[in-house]
């Protein structure tokens, strides 16, 4: 066995030579890596770390812009913006949820309900959408949240401007409201703006429509701040572009008295000028606080407002359709004109017609006696019109209801309008399947069955017969815009229609009581629209719900038309809950004084204005409930599709119509001694009679 060699102190020098040499070479490649590195950082990546070091010192701020205000015809706001002091959560960066609400709670003196509406939206919020805690603060409490910022991680106090409604809930369903951005918002735009504190869009009506117009361009602000994010100084700002102003056709003084007017009623008033179409008020009633949706609506008001049966979600004037009742008369006398009809052709009203094997009353069952086409219009015969509609046919009756606009849809600034239905034979076989029967032009005659509208379609027909113009409703205001261009009705027509609906209100006929109090002559036409069969109700008292439609339209001034109105009153019981709202509409136009004089006594009557009555109920769901409100508020995107699920358009009957609607009765008594119309209805020049006609049966 080989012996091992001794180990001297040259052989453990030498080692310790190699291995010293190893471990200086490693080193020496560690630090020349080092140095590689840092001389890379120094030099190839200044430029980048220098922007980060100064993105750590400076915040750069969004502010979000000022939206565009809404103006009225004569610039007052319809929606305006105020300054504000709001305190916002954004919710990833809240640490300890619970506690942070129990703070605000104390500093804001938020309710219980609102505390818990807050702490709903938390929980449905992505981490980036900022959650609304209050807003319209005092400065006091904008201060006590300010000087606690460091112990409340993720509250947002802010300085700006909130969205505001002068007028409240006149203007819901006309101008429509902002909310916060969504989810869904942002995925569309992948805008930082969208994510800003304070920052909303248009969500409906006009503001969601007019939002790239509207919106405007954001501001920013630079601040230098330490690690910990207090601010050191300000180092700039640059101010934000406010949007454009939109300036609308409408009358801001006319709007809130219209919808302050209807009352207690669930229904709708329009008011256009009958020679450029300009419309002038939409208000559509109950409706919803638009100042409430854009602040972030709590759950007592959502449930107050989901459980009105009276739909304050729903924008009655373009999505509700109904019945028209008698007010289609004038129109049907129009296409008998045009027909070639003699209007001093008469017939004898006892007070029903037999047509076939059955009989078909008038609302009058007294009978009218003889009656011609004025005594047909304005003591609103049905046997006139039963009779005459078999001779002249109901495609005639129907190509009139077109082009006097009803059955049409406008190119205004809303979306899902309905447009209700014009029947006619070709139109009964497509949909049914079936033949048209001489019961379907009774029915359409006298606005039953079949024939739907809405009330804008309603004004728009009225405009028409008074100035015998093509008018379309339109609401951004234009100056300039080209004359209207007549639609060729021949001018002794429009006198005689003219005439006959003046004796309506001024004369003989159903609506004494709408005569304007001031010295201006208003003609118009009654319309009562039957909801339910005799055999359930009435159709003027009992359940709402079974309670016949009042109807009326109206122009004035008789002799030279300049103003046209449609009013419907959902289950009003009739045309006379319809005709005293369009009697003070249009006088709040001529002399407002008298027509406010008469609302505040009604106002006084009904317990307050629109605002009164809606904080009062508020009030009442709030001690009932609290926060125990079952209903938890929907979130912006929730809300919104709930609100268009509330506004889908009514749809034309799913059966077909078997049978004529018993007529519903007009007002029994005109108002005591009628004055007489200053123009009294005019004998037409001879026609040649229409020949008979199948009727399209």
């Not at 805008?191 to 800003?196: E, F, P, Q």
């Not at 504190?197 to 601040?223: M, S």
């Not at 006929?509 to 009435?538: F, Y």
Request: with cysteine.
């Amino acid at each position: 066995m080989k012996s091992k060699l001794p180990i001297t102190s040259a052989i453990l020098t030498n080692r310790f030579e190699r291995r010293t040499f190893v471990l200086g070479a490693l080193q020496g490649g560690v630090g020349l890596m080092l140095a590689t590195r840092l001389g890379y950082l120094a030099v190839a990546q200044n430029e980048k770390y220098q922007a980060a070091s100064e993105s750590n010192r400076v915040n750069l701020t969004l502010i979000p812009p000022r939206r565009g205000w809404v103006l009225d015809r004569f610039g007052n706001a319809l929606a305006a913006n105020r300054a504000d002091f709001r305190v916002d959560l954004i919710p990833d960066r809240v640490s300890d949820p619970e506690r942070t609400m129990k703070t605000l709670a104390d500093l804001l003196a938020l309710p219980a309900d609102r505390v818990r509406d807050i702490s709903d939206k938390l929980d449905k919020a992505r981490g980036f959408q900022p959650v609304e805690v209050a807003s319209s603060l005092q400065w006091e409490q904008f201060a006590a949240v300010s000087v606690r910022l460091p112990e409340l991680p993720g509250v947002i106090p802010q300085r700006g401007y909130s969205r505001f409604y002068p007028t409240g809930a006149a203007v819901g369903h006309l101008v429509g409201y902002v909310g916060a951005a969504s989810a869904e918002d942002y995925e569309k735009e992948r805008n930082a703006l969208l994510i800003t504190p304070g920052f909303k869009i248009g969500k409906d009506g006009l503001e969601k429509h007019f939002e790239t117009r509207l919106r405007g361009v954001p501001g920013a602000r630079r601040v230098e701040a330490t690690a910990s994010g207090r601010i050191v100084r300000d180092l700039g700002t640059r101010e934000d572009v406010p949007g454009k102003p939109i300036q609308l056709t409408i009358n801001a003084g006319l709007q809130d008295y219209a919808a302050r007017r209807i009352g207690l009623e669930s229904g709708s008033v329009v008011v256009m000028d009958c020679e450029t179409g300009d419309v002038l008020a939409m208000a559509s009633m109950p409706s919803f606080d638009p100042n409430s949706f854009s602040d972030g609506i709590g759950r007592i008001e959502w449930k107050m407002l989901s459980e009105d049966d009276h739909v304050p979600l729903r924008n009655k004037v373009l999505r509700g359709l109904y019945p028209p009742g008698s007010t289609v008369k004038p129109m049907v006398a129009m296409a008998f004109l045009e027909a070639g009809l003699d209007p001093s052709a008469s017939v004898n009203c006892g007070g029903g017609l037999r047509v076939g094997n059955r009989v078909f009353h008038c609302w009058n069952r007294r009978g009218h006696g003889s009656v011609d086409m004025a005594k047909g219009i304005y003591q609103s015969c049905d046997v006139y019109f039963y009779h005459f509609a078999q001779q002249i046919g109901m495609d005639k009756i129907a190509a009139m209801a077109r082009r006097l606009g009803l059955g049409q849809e406008f190119p205004m600034p809303y979306p899902g309008q309905s447009y209700g239905t014009v029947p006619d034979p070709a139109w009964k076989l497509r949909k049914y399947n079936k033949e048209w029967a001489v019961y379907d032009t009774v029915n359409a005659t006298i606005g039953q069955g079949y024939m739907l509208v809405n009330p804008l379609q309603q004004a728009v027909m009225a405009s028409r017969i008074a100035s015998g113009r093509e008018v379309m409703p339109r609401l951004l205001l234009d100056r300039n815009a080209p004359p209207v261009k007549p639609m060729g009705f021949r001018q002794d027509h429009l006198d005689y229609i003219h005439a006959a609906m003046s004796e309506v209100v001024n004369g003989r006929g159903t609506a004494g009581r709408a005569k304007l109090p001031v010295d201006v002559l208003m003609a118009g036409k009654t319309g009562t629209a039957q909801v339910v069969g005799l055999n359930i109700a009435n159709g003027k008292s009992g359940q709402w719900k079974y309670r016949d439609h009042g109807h009326f339209i109206a122009f004035a001034p008789f002799d030279k038309p300049k103003y046209a109105c449609a009013v419907v009153i959902e289950h009003g019981g009739g045309s006379s809950a319809a005709y005293p709202i369009a009697r003070d509409v249009m006088t709040y136009i001529f002399a407002p004084d008298k027509a406010m004089a008469v609302l505040g006594e009604f106002e006084k009557q009904w317990g307050g204005n629109v605002q009164q009555r809606m904080a009062a109920k508020y009030n009442v769901y709030a001690a009932k409930y609290g926060a125990s409100a079952p209903k938890p508020v929907p979130d912006d995107a929730e809300l919104t599709e709930q609100v268009e699920e509330g506004r889908k358009p009514d749809t034309a009957p799913a059966t077909a119509q078997t049978d004529a609607a018993a007529p519903g009765a007009e007002p029994e008594a005109p108002a005591p001694a009628p004055v007489a119309s200053p123009s009294p209805v005019p004998p037409a020049p001879p026609v040649p009679a229409a020949a008979p006609a199948t009727g399209g049966q």
